[in-house]
């Protein structure tokens, strides 16, 4: 697990330990690269998220990481970070390993979005079967809390969507070996925990 | 509609759970982690822990309860009492917590909520308002547990929180709080309808019909209750299942 300074890394190594596993938690340059899974936590704004990564020297390895065929996981502002740029306090160029933008959620009555939503499979990804979403059902929710959501270029990248308040939003990706949810997983109990135990079962692509 | 919010509120004085009567009176129920668990298990949709005595005595003891429940809980959890910097955000974030709710540091220097918007997004930065009516449609801040008066109008105090950086609003009815006599919806629907961020309504749940007109007439995104669970009135499959019997959109929980 990348740690860059951003976000609730406790939570989710908790959570990550609760499905069985025995995950580092690092800032090394090497070690993310050389990791046999990748997770890219975050909670906060977009460019302060780059920037953080970018000062430890980590976005070269997350690259070089994402190149091979193991699982990478995005989760939150992780997610985002995914994508091109990011328009959180003006364009900021994001990892780019994923074509589209992130941008402000508009419409809702309130925002920030916070609290518990379906997750439903996007028109090109009607079968979650083999992903980190396998088993779980139309009525399983998730936790939420986010202002922007994220914009892939291509539908093929889209893996589930949701629906808030009449705004319909990205609330998983997926690109061959990676993987992002806007969501967090950590804190969806039993079915966050689910999604995360696939995870760790996820071969490559 | 989006999904209405079920948050169990434990206050906790020292090493333990209590139970209050407008925020007044204090009565233990037993150990704060104990409980945490259970509502968790039992479907709670969020946790919000309150140290009551922390903003009168200056320190928060809430810190290792919070790093003991996020062993095995896995919903958001909420942290208020006696947060007074950034740095005590720190902490109580890598012991577990995901959001704090300010009430009497954001008062006295209000500054503090956009530093911790700044640092943590606006989504971790909660505004804690303690509400007392002074009359029909007019409601006043109160600071240390309720227990002094900020002067502050709430409905404007919570519109200016916002524009600070404020992502949420804990709103309690100091009237209400621990009566069962249902909520202060007045009072709940005067911020809700009026800031664009999410309001969570605590202070008075006493029964099942509270809950819907909370939701119904108060228009509280978010709902948390305390003594109904404590003193096993409601359980929260009970509070859940006649949510969704009266239309009201709650989680499906999956056990």
Redesign the interface.
């Given at each position: 697990m990348v740690d860059y300074g951003m976000g609730?890394v406790?939570?989710v190594m908790?959570?990550l330990r609760?499905c069985g596993a025995a995950p580092t938690l690092t800032s090394a340059p090497e070690q993310v690269a050389s990791a046999s899974r990748l997770i890219l936590p975050g909670?906060?704004?977009f460019a302060d998220g780059m920037e953080e990564l970018r000062r430890r020297g980590l976005i070269d390895p997350i690259h070089a990481f994402a190149r091979t065929s193991r699982p990478f996981l995005g989760i939150c502002l992780g997610m985002q970070m995914m994508l091109a740029t990011g328009e959180e306090f003006g364009v900021v160029a994001g990892l780019g390993l994923i074509t589209g933008n992130v941008h402000a959620i508009q419409g809702?009555?309130?925002?920030?979005?916070?609290?518990?939503?379906?997750i439903s499979p996007s028109s090109t990804a009607t079968n979650w079967q083999g992903t980190i979403l396998e088993g779980i059902?139309s009525?399983?929710?998730v936790?939420f809390?986010?202002?922007y959501a994220a914009s892939p270029e291509l539908p093929s990248d889209v893996l589930a969507e949701c629906d808030?308040?009449g705004y319909r939003f990205v609330s998983v990706i997926r690109s061959g070996n990676l993987y992002g949810c806007q969501f967090?997983p950590?804190?969806?109990?039993?079915?966050?925990?689910c999604i995360l135990g696939n995870f760790l079962k996820a071969g490559g692509p | 509609?989006?999904?209405?919010?079920l948050i169990a509120r434990l206050d906790v004085k020292g090493p333990n759970l209590i139970k209050s009567i407008r925020l007044e009176g204090v009565r233990v129920i037993g150990d704060p982690g104990e409980h945490a668990r259970a509502y968790?298990q039992q479907?709670a949709?969020e946790l919000l822990y309150v140290d009551a005595v922390a903003s009168l005595y200056q320190r928060n003891s809430l810190k290792e309860i919070v790093r003991r429940t996020?062993?095995?809980v896995?919903?958001?959890m909420t942290v208020a009492g006696g947060i007074r910097r950034v740095a005590d955000v720190e902490e109580l974030?890598?012991?577990?917590a995901?959001k704090v709710a300010i009430n009497t540091a954001a008062v006295r220097r209000p500054a503090l909520i956009t530093e911790v918007a700044r640092r943590?997004?606006?989504?971790?930065m909660v505004l804690s308002i303690e509400a007392k009516s002074t009359g029909a449609g007019h409601w006043k801040a109160h600071m240390d547990s309720g227990r002094e008066p900020t002067g502050l109008e709430v409905l404007e105090w919570a519109r200016r929180a916002v524009d600070l950086g404020a992502?949420?609003i804990l709103l309690t009815s100091v009237d209400r709080e621990g009566t069962g006599s249902g909520f202060d919806c007045e009072l709940v629907r005067h911020v809700a309808s009026s800031v664009?961020?999410?309001v969570i309504a605590s202070g008075g749940m006493g029964s099942l019909a509270h809950l819907r007109e909370v939701v119904e007439t108060g228009k509280a995104?978010?709902v948390a209750f305390a003594g109904v669970l404590h003193y096993n009135r409601l359980s929260l499959e009970q509070i859940r299942t006649c949510a969704l019997d009266a239309g009201l959109c709650v989680?499906?929980?999956?056990?």
């Open positions: 609730n406790a939570s908790r959570a609760a909670v906060g704004a809702p009555r309130k925002i920030p979005h916070v609290g518990w939503n379906r059902g009525d399983n929710a936790y809390v986010h202002s808030y308040d967090h950590e804190k969806s109990g039993p079915v966050g925990l | 509609m989006p999904n209405i919010r968790y479907g949709d996020s062993e095995d896995f919903v958001p974030l890598r012991a577990g995901d943590f997004g606006s989504q971790c992502g949420e664009s961020v999410p995104d978010a989680r499906t929980h999956a056990a």
